[in-house]
């Protein structure tokens, strides 16, 4: 069994088995994903977290299966979807949508909004005329809940506000019942008090729809809200150092990376003490890339690092024993069996 295996109860929707991806870019190549896997079950919400550049993005076009890895298998209910041909990889596409963060950009600003919804459903046989059509327009856009639909049906994306928009991407999400959707920093462009709505129009889906959801965001505070009855996994310069239960995670990081990044959420709860705890990092500098320090990139900046061992063997994403599932890439933690912000504190 893997490590993924280990924590998805049931058969996993979809899967990356050590998945890693390379990408050419001035100077060398760099590895944007490393040897990662992950199983998202059905009906989950998982969030994946982690500073700019560290390989979301990247991983969440894997999971969606537009962009190959250079490595490792995406596997949908068990199979290799980059072994599949005709219908069965057109069932893989319709399963899995991606939602953008910006659905400015991927909405064609000269379509209405029927238009959008519409043309979806038609390719793919889930609509029989106008009259059909309308119907389940008008029905999806009461499930993202743009009320009342017939006030939106001929708008345009201009004519729609941020988070209108963002509910029109999902809507066209859903034209072809997907099983799983990846939410790419799908509410990092709406404000603060939009957020919130969407993320619980997402929580929704999954559960009176049982659609799989994985955000991504750069953002610990939106992983928490989405992920209270969920997963997070963290990732640092392309590998995921922490995956476990959110509120294992939050309230006691295993990872001392997780741990630095819970510290730094504003709080306003005074009851969250420990995990809030101030993380000495040695330094703020992540390094680059095309420069990647031996053992665990993360050694430089670790209050916990040991010479000869942190900075000598890349620490592999093993189980923690302790009451909640959740894996962590540390040696120094594994070693004690406890989590890095006990150590810390
Ligand atoms: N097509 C590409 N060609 C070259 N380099 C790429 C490509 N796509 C991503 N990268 C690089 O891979 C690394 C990871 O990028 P990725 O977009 O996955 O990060 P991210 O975690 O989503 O960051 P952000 O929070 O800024 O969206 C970055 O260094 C990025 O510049
Ligand atoms: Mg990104």
């Not at 239960?245 to 709860?269: C, F, G, K, N, Q």
């Not at 320090?293 to 209050?303: E, K, L, Q, Y």
């Amino acid at each position: 069994m893997s490590v993924a295996d280990s924590t998805v109860a049931g058969r996993a929707v979809i899967e990356l088995d050590h998945v890693s991806r390379a990408f050419k870019v001035p100077g060398g190549t760099i590895t944007a994903v490393d040897g990662v896997s992950l199983a998202i079950g059905a009906g989950e919400a998982l969030c994946i977290v982690g500073e700019s550049g560290c390989g979301k993005t990247t991983t969440g076009r894997m999971l969606a299966g537009i962009l190959h890895p250079t490595s490792g298998r995406l596997l949908y209910e068990g199979e290799d979807v980059w072994r599949k041909k005709g219908n069965e990889l057109s069932t893989f596409r319709r399963a899995v949508q991606l939602v953008h963060q910006d659905p400015y950009a991927s909405l064609n600003p000269t379509r209405t909004i029927f238009q959008t919804l519409s043309a979806p459903l038609y390719r793919h046989k889930k609509a029989k005329g106008n009259r059909d059509a309308t119907n389940r327009v008008r029905h999806l856009l009461d499930v993202v809940g743009l009320t009342p639909p017939d006030d939106f049906l001929g708008k345009y994306p201009h004519q729609l506000s941020g988070g209108q928009r963002q509910r029109v991407a999902i809507a066209r999400a859903l034209t072809v019942d997907p099983r799983v959707i990846v939410a790419d920093e799908a509410v990092s462009m709406v404000d603060v008090s939009i957020r919130i709505s969407l993320l619980n129009l997402l929580l929704g889906l999954r559960s009176e729809m049982g659609v799989s959801i994985v955000l991504i965001t750069h953002d610990l505070a939106v992983a928490r809200y989405f992920a209270r009855e969920g997963r997070i996994g963290v990732m640092y310069l392309g590998r995921m150092v922490e995956l476990g239960h959110s509120e294992a995670l939050v309230s006691d990081p295993a990872h001392p990376y997780s741990a630095a990044l819970i510290a730094a959420i504003p709080e306003a709860d005074p009851r969250i003490t420990r995990s809030k705890e101030r993380v000495a990092l040695k330094t703020a500098e992540v390094p680059s890339l095309l420069a990647l320090p031996p053992g665990c990139t993360f050694h430089p900046r670790c209050p916990l690092a040991e010479p000869g061992l942190c900075d000598v063997q890349i620490p592999e994403l093993l189980p923690l024993p302790a009451d909640t599932p959740r894996e962590v890439a540390c040696h120094v933690a594994i070693r004690e069996r406890r989590p890095a912000a006990e150590l810390l504190a």
